[in-house]
């Protein structure tokens, strides 16, 4: 079990950036792989990006492909999600999950075991 703490949330104008950070505790961080997942009021939870355990292998949501990127730095026990050219859309509550593996990292949130408490993001247009 791996507990998270996601931070780096709040409100910014539509094209602006953020940079949110999940941060992890457990000697065997890196033998996790570590998904981004947000919430809209109303709206299901859905897939952002994951990134596998070595951060070689990424994968994105269409809503965000080619404007979010996933890294991660295993000294740090933190895996970073950079946020460019946001829009209203992209307004919700922003959780990081984590699933020991090896492997792709999977997009579905049943697939993940343990969850951060969320951090908000508002993007005003």
């Known amino acids: 079990q791996v507990q998270l703490v996601e931070s780096g949330g709040g409100l910014v104008q539509a094209g602006g950036s953020l940079r949110l950070s999940c941060a992890a505790s457990?000697?065997?961080?890196?033998?996790?792989?570590i998904g981004w997942f947000r919430q809209a009021p109303g709206k299901e939870r859905e897939f952002v990006a994951a990134?596998?355990?070595?951060?070689?292998?990424?994968g994105y949501g269409g809503s965000v492909k080619g404007r979010f990127t996933i890294s991660r730095d295993n000294a740090k026990n933190t895996v970073y999600l950079q946020m460019n050219t946001l829009n209203a859309e992209d307004t919700a509550v922003y959780y990081c999950?984590?699933?020991?593996?090896?492997?792709?990292?999977?997009?579905?949130?049943?697939?993940?075991?343990?969850w951060g408490q969320g951090t908000q993001v508002t993007v005003s247009s």
């Open positions: 999950a984590a699933v020991p593996g090896i492997g792709h990292p999977p997009i579905s949130r049943e697939e993940y075991d343990d």
């Open positions: 990134i596998n355990w070595s951060g070689v292998i990424t």
């Open positions: 457990g000697r065997t961080f890196s033998r996790y792989v």
